[in-house]
């Protein structure tokens, strides 16, 4: 069975500040990894994706993620927040070629000004 | 080009009560998916459509739970009856390969 843990229900960072956003995975079989960003009184949207092409990857809003295989992480981070950026961030995994996402409990990220 | 829509947005219905919630995917997709978060916990899958056909609906937490998509369009998830438990927020997702997964703004339920 496939898993994730988002290491922080809460993230706070002050305006400009690095974001470091944590997921841990668990799969037996090679993993398609996800993460999504939920603004308030919106869906979700999909940040960025790991297929098992480069394992740095870039995405939306400035954010990326590096695939560790070695520590099973999947890292979201961004060099300098913004107000903008306060939401829920969710990491999901799925089976390479499945359809079903497991998703971490979320984090909520907050901006200090 | 049009995301994937749900409605209603909000619903609050007494304990017992029937809900149904409808989702319109993204034009030319043939995945859907049901995905529900309750209050405080992580979002779950619930069920998955190809076409009109059921992939997967493992995630379906009781038979007071059905979903359909008739014609491989549209598709719908009715409560029948409502329990307290049930309350929290349905997203409804679409996609064409699977690959990557769009999602909808979500329906949230609360059961009083």
């Known amino acids: 069975a496939q898993s994730v843990t988002q290491l922080g229900s809460h993230v706070s960072v002050s305006e400009g500040a690095l974001v470091l956003l944590r997921c841990n995975y668990s799969?037996?079989?090679?993993?398609?990894l996800f993460w999504y960003v939920q603004y308030p009184n919106q869906g979700l949207q999909l940040l960025l994706k790991y297929t098992s092409a480069a394992t740095l990857v870039k995405g939306i809003n400035g954010f990326e993620a590096e695939f560790k295989k070695s520590e099973t992480s999947f890292h979201l981070t961004k060099p300098s927040a913004h107000m903008s950026d306060a939401a829920e961030y969710f990491c999901a995994v799925s089976k390479q070629g499945a359809q079903k996402l497991v998703f971490g409990q979320g984090t909520r990220l907050t901006i200090n000004p | 080009e049009a995301g994937v829509t749900q409605f209603p947005s909000h619903s609050v219905i007494e304990k017992g009560q029937t809900v149904t919630l409808r989702c319109d995917p993204i034009?030319?997709?043939?995945?859907l998916y049901w995905y529900r978060r309750v209050m405080g916990k992580e979002i779950k899958f619930l069920l998955h459509?190809?076409?009109?056909?059921?992939?997967?609906e493992s995630g379906m937490p009781n038979n007071r739970f059905l979903a359909e998509r008739t014609g491989g369009t549209y598709s719908t998830l009715k409560v029948q009856p409502a329990e307290l438990e049930d309350s929290g927020v349905y997203f409804c997702?679409?996609?064409?390969?699977?690959?990557?997964?769009?999602f909808g703004e979500g329906s949230w339920l609360t059961v009083v």
């Open positions: 034009s030319g997709h043939d995945n």
């Open positions: 459509f190809v076409k009109e056909s059921k992939q997967d």
């Open positions: 997702a679409s996609s064409p390969t699977g690959d990557t997964i769009y």
């Open positions: 799969s037996s079989v090679p993993p398609y």
